[in-house]
């Protein structure tokens, strides 16, 4: 089986410092936990950037300062958000792509976003998905609901995405699919052959969907952008220690962890 690419989704849009006081912030703070991340076994950072303030940013600079200080640490892959907040227009959210990095989410299409909605019409899927491609910057395709995949489908057919494509199923985001076993075993039956994918569950499904990835040749991503606690009322004490847990469970399984130039040849990044 191949081996593991583990993502560890550091910051996100929405989570807060009340929700988990150790949630990195600044470039420095983001830079530091991707570092703490690499060392722990993660081959990918997804990151999203946050202004002085705290509050999510899709800026341009935001990204190059946090992209500058990762890759003085170590050469984990940096793969920023094209998603956003949900308030952010397509341009804001297109920014980050403009850096040329190695990676960049896709979302595939519209959904529920707690009580907001995620918008992704299909003019901005496709003007997102040009843009990666004419700057060499490797989609990992953001799915929420079955739809998307389709709508990926339709981007390949269309010549807009290389195959074999990367998705990354987010599952049990309140609104859109919710994160059971069943649901990732459907999910991944209906992707195209030769595809690759990561799972990230949403909450309390982050672990078990990642157990069942690590058995079905999957791949995981685990983070504050996606859960806050250890277990049951115990808060991570940083994105490393959820990492750490991924890699002794694959050990476990007997399934090797991959280093960032492994995910690369996994990936067919350049
Ligand atoms: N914050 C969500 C609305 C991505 O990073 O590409 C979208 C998101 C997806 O987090
Ligand atoms: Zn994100």
């Not at 750490?244 to 130039?261: F, H």
């Amino acid at each position: 089986m191949e081996k593991l690419i583990i993502t560890a989704a550091l910051t996100g849009a929405e989570v807060t410092r009340e929700q988990q006081p150790n949630l990195p912030l600044t470039a420095d703070e983001i830079a530091t936990e991707a570092y703490e991340c690499y060392k722990a076994g993660a081959s990918i950072v997804h990151v999203h950037a946050r202004d002085e303030k705290g509050e999510p940013t899709q800026d341009k600079e935001a990204y190059r300062a946090i992209k500058d200080a990762i890759s003085e640490k170590c050469n984990i892959i940096f793969q920023p958000s094209t998603g956003g907040a949900v308030w952010h227009s397509p341009e804001e959210r297109l920014q980050p792509v403009e850096l040329s990095p190695e990676m960049a989410t896709l979302s595939a299409g519209t959904c529920n976003f707690g009580p907001d909605v995620f918008m992704n019409s299909e003019a901005y899927i496709e003007k997102f998905a040009i843009r990666m491609q004419e700057l060499g910057v490797k989609p990992e395709i953001e799915v929420f609901e079955r739809g998307m995949i389709e709508n990926a489908k339709k981007l390949a057919k269309k010549g807009l995405v290389k195959t074999p494509m990367h998705f990354d199923l987010v599952l049990g985001v309140p609104g859109a699919c919710p994160g059971t076993p069943e649901d990732l075993m459907f999910m991944v039956s209906q992707l195209p052959e030769g595809s690759t994918w990561t799972v990230a569950g949403i909450g309390r499904s982050e672990l078990p969907l990642a157990v069942m990835a690590i058995v079905l040749g999957g791949h995981v991503r685990v983070g504050f952008e996606d859960n806050v606690y250890y277990s049951k009322g115990r808060l991570a004490k940083s994105n490393a220690e959820l990492v750490e847990r991924i890699v002794r469970l694959a050990a476990e399984m007997g399934r090797e962890v991959a280093t960032p130039d492994e995910a690369r040849a996994i990936l067919n990044i350049k």
